[in-house]
């Protein structure tokens, strides 16, 4: 009888232990979660951003008060309520061609997206031949997505929090060849689902490589939920853009944001 009760009291306490491991494994895991509303950045590299170099990039959504802000906000309230619609989580970001300006309005929406107390967001750099994300915002030199790719770091190592809270970057410094097989690869498919996963509230932004310029964007796209086209006023072409819907006619295309325009907004408040 007294072995049968030891063996009782071993297996609970065997039981509880195994429970403390998997809460101690949660924490872990939801450490950069929200911590009575507010979020502390415990395993993420937190940096702080020059501010003037986010204004002379383009970046304006880091300024709350910055009147150009209100596009990216309206811009971000129309994705939102389409994708909550759908229960999308992921978003590609391309263009039809370089220079479009698809990497500012990645940076811009990501920022205005993390302002949302509903949401996070997280901004992946996934163009891989010519990453520009870290550039723009500044970031000092540190691990990156070249190095997760190279075993020389883990996901956690490389992940960087910009000063805005609920924003976490996940930036790439170094040309990656052979991009496309890359971003189809099990390694990156297996990033992107963990990724997703790991938070319900997260919204992921892929900035992509443009469509015209390789294969790399169109590869990767059966991955994400959506899809974001960029265009530039007077370099778009029609054809262009044609040819872009046609080759995002089996993806589901959100919208079409035009941008580089000319035209001046009154602002009257």
């Not at 039981?15 to 950045?41: C, F, M, P, W």
């Amino acid at each position: 009888m007294e072995r049968i009760k030891e063996a009782i009291s071993k297996a609970r306490n065997s039981q509880g232990l195994k429970e403390q491991i998997k809460s101690r494994a949660q924490v872990d895991i939801h450490r950069d979660e929200l911590n009575n509303d507010e979020i502390t950045y415990q395993e993420t590299k937190v940096v702080q951003l020059d501010t003037k170099h986010l204004e002379n990039n383009r970046i304006v959504t880091f300024d709350s008060e910055d009147p150009d802000s209100v596009a990216f906000d309206i811009l971000r309230t129309q994705i939102l309520t389409k994708m909550k619609e759908n229960n999308w989580r992921t978003l590609a970001i391309t263009s039809p061609t370089p220079e479009c300006g698809k990497t500012v309005v990645a940076l811009n929406l990501a920022m205005s997206i993390a302002k949302q107390t509903e949401h996070t967001a997280l901004l992946v750099d996934f163009d891989l031949r010519k990453p520009r994300i870290s550039q723009y915002l500044g970031l000092p030199a540190g691990k990156s997505l070249f190095d997760f790719l190279e075993n020389k770091a883990e996901i956690k190592d490389v992940l960087v929090n910009p000063g805005l809270p609920r924003l976490v970057v996940l930036p790439n410094t170094t040309p990656v060849r052979n991009a496309a097989e890359t971003l189809t690869s099990r390694r990156i498919k297996s990033m992107v689902t963990d990724l997703r996963d790991r938070y319900e509230s997260r919204v992921i932004i892929f900035d992509l490589p443009p469509l015209m310029a390789a294969d790399d964007a169109m590869a990767f796209l059966p991955q994400v939920d959506c899809v974001l086209l960029i265009v530039a006023s007077d370099e778009s072409t029609p054809a262009e853009i044609k040819e872009s819907r046609r080759q995002l006619q089996s993806s589901n295309l959100i919208g079409v944001v035009l941008n580089k325009s000319h035209e001046k907004q009154s602002h009257y408040y």
